[in-house]
């Protein structure tokens, strides 16, 4: 059983609880993006596992008529044991989203998993009927030549800042740079893609994309975890704006719920907050 506070950040431990939950959102107008918490698997067996239960979600989305996706960490299903046993599992878990006409995500994890998720997600966004997105790091200094890549292809991306700690050879670390890039590649996706995705709770990136959205014409939506602005989702979805909440879910939240404290202190206040109200 999930305890109290961390309840605020992981939807159920079941797959119904979180399809349930997902419902209940659909009912204020979000969307949601359901995640099986698991990662950095070295074995095949929870790979293997993991990949079945994505593959059942996305029957259970369809079955369910919810406005919701998925979204996979590629050490989730099998990156850790090797490149091809996660082509084989995010391949096959792409067959059953087209079979069911569900959008599938792939998570960006550290910058040594980078070239193996771009290469797996082209690959799967060129294939009759897949609909398929990746998160993309804007901390990262390669990221103007993957927002490239990715443009040419048809893959959505979900620009995030990164959560990721980084060699600052290979990314920016001050946060004002950070920023910086994020604004950059922003403007970017708004002007050559054709739907945006904005992985951020900062007021300050959301009001650029409403911005930056009446400039261009380019369709966008809102990403945010669940637990963090929860009230900042409803207004913006009651402002008409498409929101979409990240829903983990799964026995393994101990370790996804300290890390979103760790990250930082006022999710903890957030969360606080809701069980005192």
Do not use: C
Not at 29 to 45: F, K, Q
Request: net charge negative; glycine share 4%; hydrophobic share 40%.
């Amino acid at each position: 059983m999930i305890p109290p506070i961390a309840n605020n950040f992981v939807a159920d431990e079941s797959t119904e609880g979180a399809l349930e939950y997902a419902a209940e959102l659909n009912d204020r107008d979000i969307s949601a993006i359901l995640n099986l918490l698991g990662e950095h698997y070295h074995e095949r067996s929870p790979a293997f596992e993991d990949a079945a239960e994505y593959r059942h979600l996305a029957a259970e989305i369809d079955d369910r008529n919810l406005d919701a996706s998925i979204s996979v960490k590629p050490s989730q299903v099998g990156l850790n044991v090797s490149k091809d046993v996660f082509v084989e599992n995010l391949e096959n878990i792409v067959d059953r989203a087209i079979d069911h006409d569900v959008f599938v995500w792939v998570d960006m994890e550290d910058h040594t998993t980078t070239d193996a998720t771009l290469d797996a997600v082209v690959k799967n966004a060129e294939r009759d009927g897949a609909d398929v997105g990746v998160a993309i790091q804007a901390n990262l200094k390669r990221t103007d030549d993957d927002l490239e890549r990715l443009a040419e292809s048809d893959a959505t991306v979900r620009l995030v800042k990164g959560a990721y700690d980084e060699p600052a050879s290979i990314a920016y670390v001050d946060k004002s740079r950070v920023n910086e890039a994020y604004e950059k590649h922003l403007d970017y996706l708004f002007r050559e893609s054709e739907r945006v995705s904005v992985g951020s709770h900062d007021p300050r990136m959301i009001s650029l994309a409403r911005n930056l959205h009446d400039e261009y014409g380019t369709p966008f939506e809102i990403q945010m975890l669940m637990g963090v602005r929860d009230d900042a989702q409803v207004d913006l979805a009651d402002d008409g704006v498409r929101v979409v909440q990240y829903v983990p879910y799964g026995g393994k939240w101990a370790q996804y719920f300290y890390r979103r404290v760790m990250e930082r202190k006022e999710n903890l206040l957030f969360a606080a907050r809701a069980i005192l109200s």
